[in-house]
């Protein structure tokens, strides 16, 4: 299963190896990431959220509202799903830089680092949408 999992992810283009054996860093573009079979999580602030706006599939989750790696991970912990990667998406890809590495070490599965983060989908040309309470937006 775990081979499959890799592959998965290796076939969509969403990641090479990087550091630790479950972290991966991608810079797929919105469209793959709005169709690729994975936990899309949105670790920013919820005013980058509202200012910024948010992918539709994301889950909306602050990282830094947790004094723990394990903290946040148990907040998470009803959306898991066994062997599906977890992708991790912020403002420019500083946050997940960090987070990518700190939840692959807790987790059996892949943590994808989305590298640029919301910024660089949006340089790309791609329109973020407003979020949404269903998403997790608690000021929405």
């Known amino acids: 299963m775990?081979?499959?999992?890799?592959?998965f992810v290796a076939l969509l283009g969403l990641g090479s190896p990087a550091l630790a054996q479950q972290h991966y860093v991608a810079q797929p573009s919105a469209a793959e990431l709005e169709n690729a079979d994975v936990l899309l999580v949105d670790i920013r602030r919820p005013e980058e959220w509202a200012q910024t706006g948010?992918?539709?599939?994301a889950h909306l989750l602050t990282y830094e509202a947790f004094a723990t790696p394990q903290e946040f991970l148990a907040a998470l912990a009803p959306q898991l799903e066994e062997g599906r990667p977890v992708a991790l998406i912020c403002r420019t890809g500083n946050r997940t830089n960090i987070a990518a590495r700190e939840l692959a070490?807790?987790?059996?599965q892949p943590v994808i680092d989305i590298q640029g983060g919301i910024f660089r989908l949006m340089r790309d040309g791609y329109q973020p949408k407003a979020p949404t309470r269903e998403?997790?937006?608690v000021t929405c």
Do not use: E, H, K, S
Request: a neutral charge; hydrophobic letters at 45%.
């Open 135 to 137: 998403q997790g937006c």
């Open 105 to 108: 070490t807790l987790l059996d």
């Open 54 to 57: 948010v992918l539709p599939n």
């Open 2 to 7: 775990r081979f499959l999992t890799l592959a």
